[in-house]
Each structure stands twice: as C-alpha cells, then as structure tokens.
C-alpha cells in the first residue's frame, strides 16, 4: 500500500495499560491503575445522574454547537461565549488546530518532554515538530522557544503546557508576559497553552493563559474535563480562543465531535463545586504523601503542580514497572520520552499511595542501582 513516510514511520501514542489486560495477563482481581492521570475519586455523583437521566436519548444526535455546556463554561469560567469551542477531548483539539493552520511541510514547535500527542497530531498531517530542551530543573525554557519561534517563519504553532507532562513543572505568569511581549503579535503565529492540569495547581505565580486572551489573538487555551473533573472516558475538551479561530475550527470539526453524554456530564460536574474542591484536595494531600514516601526511599523526584510525579528509580524503570504489574499497581514508564530510569505516577487516593511506596520498598533491593 503507498503511503507516506509520515505515516509508515509514525509511532502511535502509547497509553497507560489498562486494568483488564493487566487482570488477564497477570490472573489478577484487584488492579490499580495509576498511569493516566485520571482522578483517582471516580466521575462526580452527579455527573453520573446527569449521564443517567440522558440515557434514553441515546437514539438522538447530541447538540452539534454543545450550546448549553458552552453557556454554562462561560458562566463558571468567566468568558465570552464567543470564545468558547468543544472538542472530542483534547486531543482532538489539538489534531484540529494543526490540520487547520499548518500546510504539510510547515512546522509546530514545543518543549522536549512535552506531552507526545503534538508531534504524533503533527506528523499525521506532514507536519514537523521543533523542539527545545527543557532547563536543567525541568521546566520549559521560553526563552529559547522565543528565540526559535522568531527566526523560522515556517512555524505556525507553539504548544505550550503548562503545568507540562509528565514533568509536572510549570512556568511563572511572568515569563509568559515577556514570552507573549516576543512573539504574541506575531502574524501567522498562535501560541497555544495546553492547561490540562491548570486546576492542580498551587504556586502562587501560575497565571493561565486565560489572562491574555484579549489581550493578544493568537493566545490559545486548551482545557479538558479528563483530569480534575474526572470525565476521561466520556472526552470532552474545551478550547478557549479568539472568534477568529473559534469559526475556523467549526468548518473543520466534525459536526457532532462532542456526544450528548458528555455534554450532559460535564454541566453537572462543573456545578458540582464539591466533587473539584475534594478532587484537589485529594491530589495535594496525595503529592505530599507521595513525596515524604519518596523521600524515604532516597528517591529523586521532580514537585508537581499536577497529579502526577515523576520520579528517578535509579534503576532501569521498566524492571521496576514489571515488578509493580506482578502486585496489581500499574505506573507509568516514560522511556518513550527518552526517560528510562524514570517513572510516572498518578496520585490515588491514600490507600492505593500507601501500596505502591509499600510496594517499591519491597522491590527496589532486589534490582541493581544504574548510575
Ligand atoms: C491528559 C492531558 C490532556 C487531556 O487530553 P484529553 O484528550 O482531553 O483527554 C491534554 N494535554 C495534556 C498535556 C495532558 O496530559
């Protein structure tokens, strides 16, 4: 079959291990996933009631402009309807952005380590991916994407991930002032700020992307209700950007991109000013779990400002992964971000913390320390 070498050399997106395969391959009851930064609480009681009371309508086509949802995002977020989208996740969103503003041959640019969705989006559509190395401490060096965003016209898009995964490190609102002041007035140029986990957060000097929609067109936001609002398997993204590009991206999205379901859940889990308060709650007392626990185990790890952390198991990660299978505790090997010793882990709720910190200490002796 003729095909281009894009597409016979794309790899496709790894995801988290599922818990039925982990159950079969392994003759497991109990498994605990936590490799995809889903929140650990399960959906919101009443985005559940919400998904139910729908349920009969299943033979219908769900509302292609998501209207009510979008009315109630601009209510609960504070923003012009005008520049609100919905999207099939947001990965969809991002694939849509960059089928819709780069021509094959053109170029997005973004971190090293960043989320991987965006060089696979792009090489699908025979775009290509720029990258700049993350600073020594892990976060993304603006700086640097300024300096290349600003001397290869052929780049259309920056993603920006903020806090990025899966570092879990974020940049301050002013580096983003002085990033936007280089190149936010750029033509031909958006600069999309990937927020996934913005709800996480807990520095004092975070500032969303939000700030700045008014104030420069070609600022993007991308939220989801995948993580803190615990609906990952319903997708459902949310872009927040200028009308300009709002309209664009309604001639290309499929009509009815978000479902019925999900536009109904995700309504109810943005009223449910509980389920988010608990679901932060969770995290933070679960990093700070996790950290002391790391600490004990004299293990290297990066302070998140998501619900993840990525840690140095000093070890080859994947020995260490298997082992964790074996207990029933799926984590997250990274080695396809270049990052073999490493692992990603989601914050559970304390008990499942408890069995992996239980589990490592148990594991860690019996495989060698690499350098
Ligand atoms: C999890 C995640 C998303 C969310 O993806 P959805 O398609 O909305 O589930 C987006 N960006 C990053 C960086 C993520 O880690």
């Known amino acids: 079959m003729q095909v281009s070498e894009d597409i016979r050399k794309l790899v496709a997106y790894k995801p988290g291990k599922p818990i039925a395969e982990t159950q079969r391959e392994f003759g497991l009851s109990r498994v605990i996933k ?18 139910r009371a729908h349920l009969s309508d299943l033979h219908r ?69 720029l990258t700049v190395p993350l600073k020594p401490d ?45 190149v936010g007035n750029r033509p031909n140029l958006l600069v999309i700020f990937d927020e996934a986990y913005n709800e996480f957060v807990r520095a004092t ?41 709002i309209d664009l991206y309604h001639k290309v999205r499929n009509p009815f991109n978000t479902n019925e379901l999900a536009q109904v859940a995700a309504m109810a889990a943005l009223e449910d000013k509980n389920y988010l308060q608990a679901s932060q709650v969770v995290v933070w007392e679960g990093l700070e779990q996790i950290y002391q626990g790391l600490r004990d185990l004299g293990l290297k790890f990066w302070e998140s400002q998501a619900n993840f952390v990525l840690f140095d198991t000093g070890r080859d990660a994947n020995l260490i992964y298997d082992q964790l299978l074996k207990k029933g505790l799926i984590l997250r090997p990274v080695g396809n971000y270049g990052w073999p010793r490493y692992l990603r882990w989601t914050v559970g709720l304390k008990e499942e913390n408890q069995l992996v910190l239980k589990a490592l200490k148990e594991i860690l002796p019996s495989i060698p320390p690499l350098d």
């Open 61 to 129: 086509y769900p509302d292609p402009s998501g209207f009510e949802l979008s009315q109630k995002i601009s209510q609960v977020w504070n923003i012009n309807k005008n520049y609100i989208a919905l999207g099939n996740g947001s990965n969809e969103i991002i694939d849509l952005l960059i089928r819709i503003f780069c021509e094959p041959g053109e170029k997005i640019l973004t971190t090293e380590k960043a989320f991987l969705a965006y060089p696979i989006c792009a090489q699908a559509a025979r775009v290509k991916t």
């Open 138 to 182: 892990f976060t993304m060096d603006l700086e640097a994407l300024a300096k290349v965003a600003l001397s290869d016209s052929k780049i259309r898009l920056v993603f920006l991930p903020n806090p990025n995964n899966p570092t879990g490190t974020y940049v301050p609102g002013a580096a983003i002032e002085k990033f936007l002041a280089q």
């Open 205 to 245: 000097d975070y500032v969303s992307g939000q700030s700045w929609l008014s104030q420069y067109p070609s600022v993007v936001v991308m939220c989801t209700f995948s993580k803190v609002y615990g609906l990952a398997g319903l997708r459902l993204g949310v872009m927040l950007a200028h009308p300009e590009v």
């Open 34 to 51: 936590l490799a995809s930064n889903e929140n650990p609480l399960g959906p919101s009681p009443k985005a559940l009631e919400a998904v």
